[in-house]
């Protein structure tokens, strides 16, 4: 799937993206809660980048935990970028946010941030040198001690293990009664649509992005999610 291919879709279902889901919130909602302890440190002003922010369900969240928090939402769907902005306005953070609607590369600033947001993002780019160049750029635009934290779906496909967990997490995402074509669909777009891959293989593609070691800090079902900040030693 191209990148017009996804903007297309997700375009499509921004109007009722967060009811759709909404039967996973408590999964989101935990790893919101341990997102603010992640960020927890971070100074009074801090200016956070939110790559691929979607609805802006993470900003939301964290705009009313720091009220003085700033942040630059990317999101190359225009719709959910809209429905972002309406979410902004209706509690009250809008003036702290700027809008890019676009990819990352294309983002033009001058801002270091204190520290990025990019959930479920980076398992939609399928090469793995792309997707290392990806949270290289997120890199670009930390300050020396920026910390990101990361979420992807994740596991070791074609292992017993993920056997058990695609069935577990299907039951968890999918319809009560979604047809057996509708979870076979499921299964083909986890090894063709979505780079699911080993949380350590992942781990590795950010380190290799000049990120320290990154720690697993949240799971549910195929979701992980990673905490890291910029390594010392990195060329920057």
């Given at each position: 799937m191209n990148n017009t291919e996804l903007k297309a879709i997700f375009d499509q279902q921004a109007a009722h993206y967060d009811e759709q889901w909404n039967k996973t919130a408590p999964i989101?909602?935990?790893?919101?809660?341990?997102?603010e302890a992640v960020f927890a440190n971070l100074p009074a002003d801090a200016h956070i980048l939110s790559i691929g922010t979607g609805t802006g369900e993470e900003l939301a969240y964290l705009a009313r935990r720091f009220p003085s928090w700033r942040f630059t939402a990317v999101e190359p769907s225009g719709e959910m970028l809209n429905v972002c902005r309406a979410k902004a306005t209706r509690e009250g953070f809008i003036t702290r946010c700027e809008f890019h609607e676009g990819y990352l590369d294309s983002l033009v600033t001058d801002t270091k941030f204190a520290g990025a947001i990019c959930l479920l993002v980076s398992q939609f780019i399928l090469d793995p040198t792309a997707r290392s160049a990806f949270f290289q750029q997120i890199a670009d635009k930390l300050q020396p001690d920026g910390i990101l934290a990361s979420s992807d779906l994740s596991a070791e496909i074609g292992t017993d293990h993920f056997e058990?967990?695609?069935?577990?997490?299907?039951?968890?995402?999918?319809?009560?009664?979604?047809?057996?074509?509708g979870l076979a669909r499921m299964?083909?777009?986890?090894?063709?649509?979505?780079a699911v891959i080993a949380p350590a293989a992942v781990a590795d593609i950010i380190a290799a992005a000049g990120f320290e070691p990154p720690v697993?800090?949240?799971?549910?079902?195929l979701i992980h999610a990673w905490m890291t900040r910029i390594a010392t030693n990195a060329a920057r």
């Open positions: 989101r909602d935990g790893l919101l809660f341990l997102l058990a967990l695609l069935r577990l997490w299907q039951r968890v995402v999918a319809p009560a009664n979604i047809s057996s074509e299964r083909a777009a986890y090894s063709k649509d979505v697993v800090f949240y799971q549910a079902g």
